[in-house]
C-alpha cells in the first residue's frame, strides 16, 4: 500500500484537488467579479441585512427551524468589531457580532439555521454556543466578517489563489 503512496502522486492530487476548488469558486462567484467592473450596476450583496439592521432589533425575537421545531432567541446584543490592523487586506469588511439568549433545554449545536423575523425577514445564520449561564437559558454568537460591496469581495477572491501557493 505504501508503494502507491509516493510524493509526486500526493503532489499531482493535491494541485488537482486546489485547482478544481479554485474553478469551482471562480464559477460560482463570476456573478460578483462581472458587478465588481461594471459600476453601473453596483448594488449591495444578496448577504442579508447588516449591521445597522440587526442593531435595531436588539431585545427582539428571532425565531429559528432545529430539526423539526421551532425555537424562539432573543436577540440581546449587536456590536461592532474592526480589522485587526488598518491596512489588512479585509478592513473595509463589515465586522460585527450577534449575541441570543434563548432556553437551556434543549441547546443548540453550533450549526447553521434559518432564523426568521418580523422586520428583517428569513435569513441563514452560523451560530456557536458560547454558554448557559443557568438552568434556564443559553448563549450564542453569531460573527459576521464580509465585504459591503461585490468589487471588495472580488478583489479578495483574486488574492485568494496567490495567498494559498504562499503557504
Known sequence: ?????????????????RDCSLVAAAASLAPVAALAHNPASRMDLPN??????FARQVNTSFFLRAGSKTVKLLLVEASVFSAATPDSEDASNEKF???????????LEQDTYLFDHPRIGRHSIFVVPIGCLD?????YEAIFDRPV????LAAQLLLAPRRALKV
Open 1 to 17: 500500500i505504501d508503494s502507491f503512496r509516493r510524493p509526486t502522486d500526493m503532489q499531482t492530487r493535491r494541485k488537482f484537488l
Open 135 to 139: 438552568t434556564t437559558h443559553c448563549y
Open 149 to 152: 460591496n461585490p468589487s471588495d
Open 97 to 107: 457580532s450577534l449575541l441570543f439568549r434563548g432556553p437551556a433545554q434543549p441547546p
Open 48 to 53: 442579508g441585512p447588516g449591521f445597522e439592521q
